[in-house]
């Protein structure tokens, strides 16, 4: 049996992209290969907020302070936090998943798997999970990824397997790609082959945080890198914003910057409804 690091396990609203709205399970595994240490802040700088939080304090995820600059799910891959997730075998993890639906059994629900980044070393453990009996009724899956990895030849096969299974199955990519403002490097967070590779298996799109208008010219200077290697799939603004305060100030501009260029809008409904706390 697989084992996942698991940062939160949740039942909420997806509040993002194709599926805001829709009733969805959120599993939250560890580890991420960037920082993202620049959102929010001027040009050329790095927050340290997270950097502050004293580890030895908290004993309990959801009780660590929110951040309003750098990565707002930081303990989701910073080591210093790693005693936070337990790794947890997917019989633990499906019983735990299940165990969240309001009837204990899949109806409309939605599964996210997020992070930190879930496409790194954990897709050796998703068929595991996935083909646990109590997993049987799910239907659609999201990967909420940053685009930088690749699907291991295993774990294609297995999404063609799983998706063939079951009449109505459908996967998605929801591809976060990182622009400048994230203090990460164009060639690193950029993958335009990669997130190409996704649609071989369902439904990808990208989705730019936006705060600014030079966010916005690397958000389709990034989008036309992505359609020139052949992506098909939507594009979406989405207001930069993990505290209701910054969320405000860029939601309305971002959607008439969506609007001007014929893009989609994403808002994050988890910010207004639920403030961003974890477990939201
Ligand atoms: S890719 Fe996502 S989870 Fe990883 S550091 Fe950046 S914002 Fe955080």
Redesign the pocket.
């Known amino acids: 049996m697989s084992k996942i690091k698991i940062a939160e396990l949740f039942y909420s609203i997806q509040g993002e992209g194709r599926y805001m709205g829709v009733p969805s399970v959120f599993l939250r595994t560890f580890g991420?290969n960037?920082?993202?240490q620049g959102f929010g802040m001027p040009k050329g700088e790095l927050s340290v907020e997270a950097e502050n939080v004293d580890p030895s304090k908290y004993t309990e995820y959801k009780s660590l302070p929110l951040v309003s600059t750098g990565?707002d799910?930081y303990a989701?891959?910073d080591p210093r936090f790693k005693h936070l997730s337990p790794l947890m075998d997917t019989d633990a993890i499906a019983d735990a998943i299940v165990d969240t639906l309001p009837y204990k059994e899949w109806l409309d629900e939605h599964l996210v798997i997020t992070?930190?980044?879930p496409l790194l070393g954990w897709q050796r453990a998703y068929p595991d999970l996935l083909d646990h009996p109590k997993m049987a009724g799910l239907k659609e899956i999201t990967f909420e990824t940053?685009g930088t990895q690749r699907l291991s030849d295993d774990f294609k096969k297995y999404l063609f397997k799983w998706k063939n299974a079951v009449k109505g199955r459908e996967i998605t990519f929801s591809v976060?790609a990182?622009l400048p403002c994230?203090g990460e490097k164009w060639e690193d967070a950029i993958q335009p082959d990669i997130v190409c590779q996704y649609e071989w298996f369902g439904t990808a799109y990208l989705k730019f945080v936006i705060a600014t208008e030079e966010d916005r010219d690397y958000a389709l200077k990034a989008a036309s890198e992505y359609r020139a290697a052949g992506f098909n799939g939507h594009v979406y603004f989405m207001p930069v914003g993990g505290v209701e305060s910054v969320y405000n100030l860029n939601a309305k501009s971002v959607a008439l910057m969506a609007m001007k260029h014929g893009l989609r809008y994403s808002d994050r409904l988890q910010v207004p409804l639920f403030k961003n706390e974890w477990g939201t």
């Open positions: 991420c960037f920082k993202c990565c799910s989701s891959w992070g930190g980044e940053n976060s990182k994230s």
